[in-house]
Every structure is written in C-alpha cells, then in structure tokens.
C-alpha cells in the first residue's frame, strides 16, 4: 500500500464485483484513481495495516487525497456519483437505493457467496449451504420478472443498481447458473457491459 | 419530503427491526401512517396479495396514497427523512451510508437470523448454522469499538444509522448474546432508545 496523492485509492479485489463496482463508476465519471489489489485469497484483510483502512476487514474500501476513508461498495458509489446521471433524483433515486440495498441482502448473499464457495474454495457440493442455490435462483427471477417491461432497473437509462446488480450477475456461471434460463436478465447483463465498456464475463 | 393527508400504509411486521425502524423514522418526523400487520410466522410474505406489493416477498413495503411502492427498509427510511436532520450533510452522509449499508449485510443477516432462529422458530443448537454467533459477535466488536469515541455513530447525534442499527441490536438477548460483554454498545442502546421514545428491549 502506497502513501500518493492520487485523489482516489480504491482498495479492492478483482475478484469481486462490489469492487469492481466502485472502479466501474470511476471510470465512467473519469475520476482518476489507483487501485491498490487486495488478495482476499491470502487473507490480506485481515492484516492490521488493513483493518487500519477498515475495521469491519471488507473491502472495498476508499481513501481519499486528505486521508478520509469510506467503505461499503454502494455507499462508495453513491458519493462518488452524487450529481451525476447515474443516479436519477425523486421517487426513482428512492426505487435505485431499494435495488441497492436488495443486492446487497438477497442478492450478493446468495450468488456471490455461492460462486465464491463453487469456483474460488472449489469445495465439495456436500460442503456448500444447500440454500445458496435456490435464493440465488429465486433473486435471479425477480430480476427478470423486474426486466420483463424494462431494459434497466430504475428510471430508464443506466443508473447506479444496474451497476450495483451487474457485478455478480454477470459471474452466475461461475455459481453454477446458466443465464440463457432468465433470458431477459442474460440481454440486460449485454447491455450494461457494453454500456460500461466492459468485456464479457 | 412532504407527505399530504396521511398518506403513508406500512405493511410490516411487529417482530421485525426492520419494519419497526420505519414505524420509528415515522414517528419522529410526525408522518401520520397506517400500519398494516403481516405475519411472517404464517407465511403471509407468500401471498399473491403481498407479493403484489413487493415481488421480493420482503417486509416491509410502503405504499403512499398514489399508489407508489417502496421496499427494502433502509430505503424507505432514506426517503422518508430527505432533508431532515435524520440526514446529515456531505460526507457524512456517505459515513451514515457506509453505516447502513453494513447494517444489511453484516449485522442483521448474522443477530437478526440468530434470533429468529433461537427464539422464534425454536431451533435446536445442532440445526443453527454455527457461523451466525461468530459473526454476531464480530458485528457487536465492531460497533463497540466505534463507539469507543463517539455517543453515536455519525455526525455527533441520532440520524438513520443509530434508528437501522438499534433495530436488532436491542435484542441481542433473544440471540443469546449478553451485551453486558460490550458495555459501550449496551449504554448507545439505552441512549437511542431513549431518544425514540421506545420502551426498553
């Protein structure tokens, strides 16, 4: 970890998608940044000089040019983009924060944490929380029941919870999902990752 | 945000921090509401009537007068207390963010699950995941060492982290955790229970 005077240090695995999440959003604003790789494999968040950056020991976490520090992906991008047009204003920012927060209770919980267990630990199906396979089926047709009149989540155009929500669906495969099952879901995951200039999954 | 004629229905449940900090955040900013039970121990989530009103089968949900719907109780907390001083400005509101956005992911999927499944569904301990007291525990360190310093958790007063963090935390004693073991976050308990106008836990 380097001391700079970057006005942006992302901490952050790119194995993850809440931390990808956050350099998406940078990117996409042009906010110069460095990121500093984290190897959540090797336990490095449990390091003291970490849990200095972070005591709840997660990354994402942030450091700004005057020393502040912010964790929690969503809450991370939510300041970077104050302002801009990834987040809509009225009854729609509200309806963006409720996806927000779905992703990170019933939707990050079951497909990331299965996929981690699955493709990352590689442990055995008898070892893996019979639930995760169903909650993450069940998030997954919400979306694409959600997606059934919508291209994107909320307001129209890409926002925040596209962006939020994009991080582990597009990785369903590595949980073991196949998302030509929720096709609308699969067309949506196209669109944002061309709308973000990333490349496929 | 102003709310005409009595215009907010909380369909919630009374065993549910969740639900309850919206009933709070109403109280105190003198909306007038309705509130709608829902048992969650007899499935009612399951309803095609409830699931007409959140797709996600989650309490709580919000419906205002003109029919709008918003879920996801951090969400609907953030939009009710827009411009009050449950919100703080600037990057403390991103602190307050990072707060809860936490709350959903670290804290309430380990205590509030933890008591359910003891005190409500009655489980045995050999049929209770033998992570979730771990986890609790380390939620319960991580705000007792927040608050080594602080009387709340942002901004020097009561604003929605305190309201979402106190939801669950009060009952820790239904999760068979003592909070005597972490004397800092008993004493904050006692103070936002206090600045609600809630009677003790």
């Given at each position: 970890?380097?001391?700079?005077?970057?006005?942006?240090?992302?901490?952050g695995s790119s194995l993850s998608g809440n931390c990808l999440k956050v350099k998406w959003v940078a990117?996409?604003?042009?906010?110069?940044?460095?990121?500093?790789?984290?190897?959540?494999?090797?336990?490095?968040?449990?390091?003291?000089?970490?849990?200095?950056?972070?005591?709840?020991g997660q990354v994402p976490v942030v450091r700004f040019a005057d020393g502040r520090l912010l964790a929690q992906s969503n809450a991370i991008v939510l300041y970077l983009a104050e302002g801009s047009n990834l987040i809509p204003e009225g009854f729609d920012r509200?309806?963006?924060?409720?996806?927000?927060?779905w992703e990170q209770y019933s939707h990050e919980t079951a497909i990331a944490v299965l996929r981690f267990?699955?493709?990352?630990?590689?442990?055995?199906?008898?070892?893996?929380?019979?639930?995760?396979?169903?909650?993450?089926?069940?998030?997954?047709?919400?979306?694409?029941?959600?997606?059934?009149?919508?291209?994107?989540?909320?307001?129209?155009?890409?926002?925040?919870?596209d962006i939020a929500l994009v991080g582990y669906t597009r990785w369903s495969h590595e949980a073991g999902l196949d998302l030509?099952?929720?096709?609308?879901?699969?067309?949506?995951?196209?669109?944002?990752?061309?709308?973000?200039?990333i490349g496929r999954a």
């Amino acid at each position: 970890m380097s001391l700079d005077n970057a006005a942006l240090t992302i901490f952050g695995s790119s194995l993850s998608g809440n931390c990808l999440k956050v350099k998406w959003v940078a990117e996409r604003l042009g906010l110069p940044f460095d990121w500093v790789e984290i190897d959540v494999m090797k336990k490095e968040t449990r390091s003291a000089e970490f849990l200095a950056l972070n005591p709840a020991g997660q990354v994402p976490v942030v450091r700004f040019a005057d020393g502040r520090l912010l964790a929690q992906s969503n809450a991370i991008v939510l300041y970077l983009a104050e302002g801009s047009n990834l987040i809509p204003e009225g009854f729609d920012r509200a309806l963006m924060l409720q996806w927000l927060f779905w992703e990170q209770y019933s939707h990050e919980t079951a497909i990331a944490v299965l996929r981690f267990r699955k493709t990352y630990l590689k442990l055995p199906p008898d070892q893996i929380d019979p639930s995760l396979e169903p909650r993450s089926r069940k998030a997954l047709d919400v979306m694409n029941d959600h997606l059934s009149t919508r291209g994107y989540f909320v307001a129209g155009r890409l926002t925040l919870a596209d962006i939020a929500l994009v991080g582990y669906t597009r990785w369903s495969h590595e949980a073991g999902l196949d998302l030509k099952e929720w096709p609308r879901v699969q067309a949506w995951v196209a669109r944002i990752e061309s709308d973000l200039n990333i490349g496929r999954a």
